[in-house]
């Protein structure tokens, strides 16, 4: 009788009120009852259910075998809470941020079965068609970007140190033995930006940057700017409009597919505060030497994009060299 009275103390009362409050809440989510006793039989913490956490991937596990992908990222973004269009507000990002496990890394397995998911999704060109899933499923990518980012910052960042020797340090402790497991020959084109305005080139924020790009196992971008700063659309520290404009973005398909589902979607759902940040902004294009628009070339070493006769595209090798060598310092 003494352990029954026990149960039903206001401590204990409280605690099942808590408990069946944050079980509706991700009924509500759309998480099925069977992923819920996955994790109360596990005795994991519901309080916790985090993007990334021991909670949140029982959950998953169960809805993988019973939901379709459309199914399970209708599910994340419920979970995220996320907005129909993101507003780019430091406030806003910082609050998207904190809904993943801060330990949720870069080079989890969650983020290839991510991409798997959306690449079933949709198939073809479907991405680039109007709708609100496409919308959000298409901004995710920046919201991830910003949450790997900052795993890194907090991981592997020191006091005083850029993020470039932070993201330098991640990648030789955590691929010493597996150097191939990340690339810096990505070409970094499409990060790098500029407008003109009779005949004055305009950097965004108003500082020259030669921006490279560095990917984990694909999927994963990170962006560095010249002062060793990382750029993100969606930035938890500080929003820039170069990181608007050339910040990182998650990878969903390689190949073909990275059209499809990376780069063509951005013309019909990138966020209002994106497309105006982005007016008059162009990369250099990829023409050769007899091209009409070669002055616009990224391999134009006279050109628009290029400084000091290197071409935007010489600008970037030689930003990577000194990255690379940052990375053997550690």
Same mark, same amino acid.
């Given at each position: 009788?003494?352990?029954?009275?026990?149960?039903?103390?206001?401590?204990?009362?409280?605690?099942?009120?808590?408990?069946?409050?944050?079980?509706?809440?991700?009924?509500?989510?759309?998480?099925?009852?069977?992923?819920?006793?996955?994790?109360?039989?596990?005795?994991?913490?519901?309080?916790?259910?985090?993007?990334?956490?021991?909670?949140?991937?029982?959950?998953?596990?169960?809805?993988?075998?019973?939901?379709?992908?459309?199914?399970?990222?209708?599910?994340?973004?419920?979970?995220?809470?996320?907005?129909?269009?993101?507003?780019?507000?430091?406030?806003?990002?910082?609050?998207?941020?904190?809904?993943?496990?801060?330990?949720?890394?870069?080079?989890?397995?969650?983020?290839?079965?991510? @991409?798997?998911? #959306?690449?079933?999704?949709?198939? /073809? %060109?479907?991405?680039?068609?109007?709708?609100? +899933? *496409? $919308?959000?499923?298409?901004?995710?990518?920046?919201?991830?970007?910003?949450?790997? @980012?900052?795993? #890194?910052?907090?991981?592997?960042? /020191? %006091?005083?140190?850029?993020?470039?020797?932070? +993201? *330098? $340090?991640?990648?030789?402790?955590?691929?010493?033995?597996?150097?191939?497991?990340?690339?810096?020959?990505?070409?970094?084109?499409?990060?790098?930006?500029?407008?003109?305005?009779?005949?004055?080139?305009?950097?965004?924020?108003?500082?020259?940057?030669?921006?490279?790009?560095?990917?984990?196992?694909?999927?994963?971008?990170?962006?560095?700017?010249?002062?060793?700063?990382?750029?993100?659309?969606?930035?938890?520290?500080?929003?820039?409009?170069?990181?608007?404009?050339?910040?990182?973005?998650?990878?969903?398909?390689?190949?073909?597919?990275?059209?499809?589902?990376?780069?063509?979607?951005?013309?019909?759902?990138?966020?209002?505060?994106?497309?105006?940040?982005?007016?008059?902004?162009?990369?250099?294009?990829?023409?050769?030497?007899?091209?009409?628009?070669?002055?616009?070339?990224?391999?134009?070493?006279?050109?628009?994009?290029?400084?000091?006769?290197?071409?935007?595209?010489?600008?970037?090798?030689?930003?990577?060299?000194?990255?690379?060598?940052?990375?053997?310092?550690?």
């Amino acid at each position: 009788m003494t352990g029954q009275q026990g149960d039903f103390t206001e401590q204990s009362l409280r605690a099942r009120y808590q408990l069946a409050r944050q079980l509706l809440t991700l009924l509500a989510k759309g998480w099925s009852k069977a992923s819920l006793r996955a994790v109360l039989g596990q005795h994991l913490a519901v309080r916790d259910t985090r993007v990334g956490t021991e909670a949140f991937k029982a959950m998953w596990r169960v809805e993988k075998k019973q939901s379709s992908p459309q199914q399970l990222l209708q599910i994340l973004l419920n979970h995220l809470d996320f907005p129909q269009d993101l507003s780019g507000q430091l406030s806003e990002n910082q609050a998207l941020v904190r809904r993943f496990w801060p330990h949720l890394a870069p080079h989890d397995g969650f983020w290839r079965e991510l @991409a798997r998911l #959306v690449n079933r999704t949709f198939p /073809q %060109e479907a991405l680039c068609q109007p709708g609100l +899933l *496409a $919308r959000q499923i298409h901004q995710l990518r920046y919201l991830i970007s910003s949450q790997q @980012a900052a795993y #890194v910052r907090e991981h592997y960042g /020191q %006091e005083g140190q850029t993020d470039a020797k932070a +993201l *330098a $340090r991640y990648l030789r402790k955590t691929f010493a033995y597996r150097p191939f497991a990340y690339s810096t020959r990505s070409s970094a084109r499409l990060h790098n930006k500029v407008k003109f305005r009779k005949g004055e080139k305009i950097y965004p924020s108003a500082y020259p940057s030669v921006n490279i790009k560095v990917l984990v196992g694909f999927h994963t971008e990170f962006i560095l700017d010249s002062q060793g700063n990382f750029l993100n659309e969606l930035e938890t520290k500080e929003v820039t409009e170069i990181g608007i404009v050339n910040g990182a973005s998650f990878n969903y398909g390689k190949g073909q597919r990275h059209w499809h589902l990376d780069v063509n979607p951005v013309a019909i759902h990138d966020p209002v505060f994106r497309q105006m940040a982005l007016k008059g902004f162009r990369a250099p294009n990829r023409q050769g030497k007899k091209a009409p628009t070669y002055e616009k070339s990224y391999f134009n070493p006279s050109g628009l994009y290029a400084k000091n006769n290197q071409s935007a595209h010489q600008q970037n090798k030689e930003a990577v060299k000194a990255f690379r060598r940052l990375v053997r310092q550690f």
